[in-house]
Structure formats: C-alpha cells, structure tokens
C-alpha cells in the first residue's frame, strides 16, 4: 500500500477563556490573521464546481473555539441563559446523554441564537465564522486537501472509511488507506488538532456558517466577510463533513448545502470577533 503523507505542525497557541455557568470555560484559539488561497486547485481530486474560482483571501484575525459546541455547552447555554429571538430545546441531539460528544439536530437559527445569547452574556461579540473564516482556521496554513496533508485516516478523524457493497463509492482517499465507519459522532478531543489547536476541522459533523449559499465564488468577498444575498429565505452552508460521510466531503475546500436544516450530521463552532481599533 503506498505510503499516506501525514504533516503535522507545532506553534505556540494563543487563547482566552470564556466562562460558563457550571461547566469548564469555552476556549477561543487566537486565529492570527493572514491570506490564503480559497477553494480547490484544478488538479485536486474530488474537487467540485462549487469550489472554484479559486481565489486570494485576506482574513482579518479572531478568536475560533477550540472544540465544536458540546452537547454540555449547549445545555447550559439553553437553560441558563435568556433567550433573544426563540427558545431552544435543551437535549436536541440525536445521540444523546454524552455531554462531550458535539450537540447535533440544531438548524441554523438555533446555532445563532446560541451565539446571540452568549454575546449578551459575555459582553463579547460571538457568532457563526463566515466561509472564508472557516477554511481559512482549518487549513491551518496548507492549500493540500486536509490540514494534515494529501491524504486522510480514520485514526486522524471520524469520517466513514468503509467502501459501498456496490462500489459506488469510495471509503479511502487518493493514495490514503480504506478505515472504519463509527456511525456515531465521538467526544470533540478524541482527535489531534491542526496547527491552529482546532479540533475536528474535518469529520464528526459538519458545521454551520454565517453565508448565504452560492453556486460558486463568482463575485465572492475577499475580505473574510459572509457572503449574504437578498434573496428570501436563503439556504446556509456547511463545511467539514461528518461522521456518515466518506473523506471526500472532509476537505477543506468541501461546501455544501442540506436541505434538512435539522439533521444529526450537522453542528457548529462559534468564533469571536477582535474589537477594532482606530
């Protein structure tokens, strides 16, 4: 079998703190901000459409949490903070009773409302990261198609390795290894973090963004913004794959839109904007 090629990375992390009512704070790695290359290369396997042009991108520095939203966070976020614009359910995930495993079965408007709240209480501004934002703290420095390298391992994240019984598809990745399917989501430190200290950036569920969903990046902001439209009841994205998606859809490039906006496959992260100075 040939040999995967695997990078991992070393720096300092930098990061503060967030308190929450009874649980162990929420950690919000410093993400220095920079430009990048966003989207997928003509020559990148699997690459599609939707990933191209691809184009330069410059990030303004944030704050990004270090694990996805847990199902702990959620709950405490729900029942002891006031809610701003709709209440949210207390247990919503489909995998239930495993408060380190990430919260799951939440639309896109829960996820805001989660960020709405602990703005207020923080007296921070928290939110949903934008595209540019998320690839841009997921590759971690690499235009390859994962953080880590060419090539992905279910020892590396919790994505299905597994081949279909028909050979439609395909659990291994260019010159990458065959691996397993847990066929659940699994607790947010089970895994190595990228360069960035960012934990599963590819697998375990895929993760709501600030954007409205566009076909491609015709005329998308190069500043690190949301791309919004005025269209009504727009769709939003999702990026990462997750624990019921074969590696494909775990690249870093990878967008995609679900119509279920209320899935078990789909959660978040919250970043943290830097007060700007005059």
């Not at 040999?3 to 703190?17: D, G, M, P, V, Y």
């Not at 701003?84 to 996820?111: C, G, T």
């Not at 590396?156 to 050979?167: C, E, I, K, R, S």
């Not at 260019?174 to 430190?189: F, L």
């Amino acid at each position: 079998m040939p040999q995967q090629i695997i990078k991992s990375h070393t720096k300092q992390i930098h990061f503060f703190a967030e308190p929450l009512p009874g649980l162990p704070p929420l950690k919000m790695v410093l993400i220095e901000g920079g430009k990048f290359m966003m989207g997928s290369p003509d020559g990148e396997i699997d690459r599609r459409s939707t990933e191209s042009p691809q184009h330069e991108v410059t990030v303004p520095s944030f704050f990004m949490g270090e694990y996805l939203i847990t199902q702990a966070q959620w709950a405490a976020v729900a029942q002891k903070m006031p809610a701003v614009k709709r209440q949210l359910k207390l247990r919503p995930a489909y995998f239930k009773d495993k408060d380190f495993n990430p919260v799951e079965s939440i639309d896109w408007f829960d996820a805001v409302e989660f960020c709405d709240r602990l703005t207020i209480y923080s007296q921070r501004q928290y939110r949903l990261p934008s595209e540019a934002e998320w690839e841009y703290a997921c590759r971690a420095g690499s235009q390859q198609p994962f953080h880590f390298g060419e090539t992905i391992s279910t020892d590396l994240a919790n994505y299905d390795g597994t081949d279909n019984t028909d050979g439609s598809w395909s659990g291994s990745y260019g010159q990458g290894e065959k691996g397993i399917h847990r066929k659940a989501t699994t607790p947010v430190n089970t895994f190595l973090p990228n360069a960035n200290g960012l934990y599963d950036m590819h697998g375990n569920v895929w993760e709501w963004c600030l954007d409205h969903w566009h076909n491609t990046y015709e005329g998308a902001p190069i500043d690190g913004s949301a791309w919004l439209s005025d269209r009504e009841n727009p769709s939003y994205v999702i990026r990462g794959g997750s624990w019921n998606n074969i590696p494909r859809y775990c690249r870093s490039a990878t967008r995609n839109i679900n119509p279920d906006t209320n899935s078990y496959v789909i959660g978040f992260r919250v970043m943290c904007e830097i007060p700007r100075t005059s």
